[in-house]
């Protein structure tokens, strides 16, 4: 049986695919002990991507394939731009001095601006397989752990509970499925030049993420 494109790219990864879904972030965020300075600084950093992430799949939709492809990847859409922005914008609302004005004297770290510029960089200029390989980096790893820590997860304070949730559960799993379906018959289309390009994209994309995690804990 031929191994799917999506399982090649991650099987490519490594050991870095398995740092970031066991990484400490997802184990003390679902254990509600989470450090709430480490989570604010990864909160504030994280909705620094929405816009490229709202570009990101906007470009995969505008390029898939079909109509079929597209519906989706519409759907989706609609609950990044809805739900998960409301969850960021309770959770501003909660967390210490975190008013819109206070985190605006914040800068971007240096993770967030490449992250920033990888998702803008495929959106613009890329092929579809190449957008789509940052997208499955970046849903099919959450989901990864988000489904190993659910089980455990500690449901006293949204702020940690709700973050596990949108990235487990029957809808999210059929989303990852979605995206890895459309990389995975981009995989039988596409030539040696084009699954490179995409290879390197998902490696990119999997070494911001754990030093997205990283950079968390940096100088606590």
């Given at each position: 049986?031929?191994?799917?494109?999506?399982?090649?790219?991650?099987?490519?990864?490594?050991?870095?695919?398995?740092?970031?879904?066991?990484?400490?972030?997802?184990?003390?965020l679902?254990?509600?002990k989470?450090?709430?300075?480490?989570?604010?600084?990864?909160?504030?950093?994280?909705?620094?991507?929405?816009d490229?992430?709202?570009?990101?799949?906007s470009?995969?939709?505008a390029?898939?394939?079909?109509?079929?492809?597209?519906?989706?990847?519409?759907?989706?859409?609609?609950?990044?731009?809805g739900?998960?922005?409301t969850?960021?914008e309770?959770?501003?609302?909660?967390?210490?001095?975190?008013?819109?004005?206070?985190?605006?004297?914040?800068?971007?770290e240096?993770?967030?601006?490449?992250?920033?510029?990888?998702?803008k960089?495929?959106?613009?200029g890329?092929?579809?397989?190449?957008?789509?390989?940052?997208?499955?980096?970046?849903?099919?790893?959450?989901?990864?752990?988000?489904?190993?820590?659910?089980?455990?997860?500690?449901?006293?304070?949204?702020?940690?509970?709700e973050?596990?949730?949108?990235?487990?559960?029957d809808y999210?799993?059929?989303?990852v499925?979605?995206?890895?379906?459309?990389?995975?018959k981009?995989?039988?289309?596409?030539?040696?030049?084009?699954?490179a390009?995409?290879?390197?994209?998902?490696?990119?994309?999997?070494?911001?993420?754990?030093?997205?995690?990283?950079?968390?804990?940096?100088?606590?």
């Amino acid at each position: 049986m031929t191994k799917q494109f999506t399982e090649e790219l991650r099987e490519a990864a490594g050991e870095q695919w398995d740092r970031v879904i066991n990484h400490r972030f997802t184990t003390e965020l679902a254990s509600g002990k989470i450090d709430r300075n480490v989570l604010k600084k990864y909160l504030i950093q994280d909705h620094r991507f929405l816009d490229a992430f709202v570009i990101l799949l906007s470009s995969a939709i505008a390029k898939a394939r079909s109509l079929d492809d597209r519906i989706p990847g519409c759907q989706f859409l609609g609950l990044i731009t809805g739900k998960e922005n409301t969850y960021f914008e309770r959770s501003f609302e909660v967390l210490p001095r975190c008013s819109k004005e206070e985190r605006a004297k914040i800068p971007d770290e240096a993770v967030t601006v490449n992250f920033v510029n990888l998702m803008k960089e495929v959106s613009y200029g890329g092929t579809l397989g190449e957008i789509l390989s940052v997208l499955v980096v970046a849903e099919w790893s959450y989901l990864s752990w988000g489904e190993k820590v659910l089980p455990t997860t500690n449901r006293d304070d949204f702020l940690t509970y709700e973050w596990v949730d949108l990235h487990s559960g029957d809808y999210f799993n059929g989303v990852v499925a979605y995206l890895r379906g459309l990389l995975d018959k981009e995989g039988t289309l596409i030539d040696d030049e084009g699954k490179a390009k995409c290879k390197a994209a998902f490696l990119r994309a999997i070494q911001l993420e754990e030093d997205f995690l990283e950079m968390a804990y940096a100088g606590e």
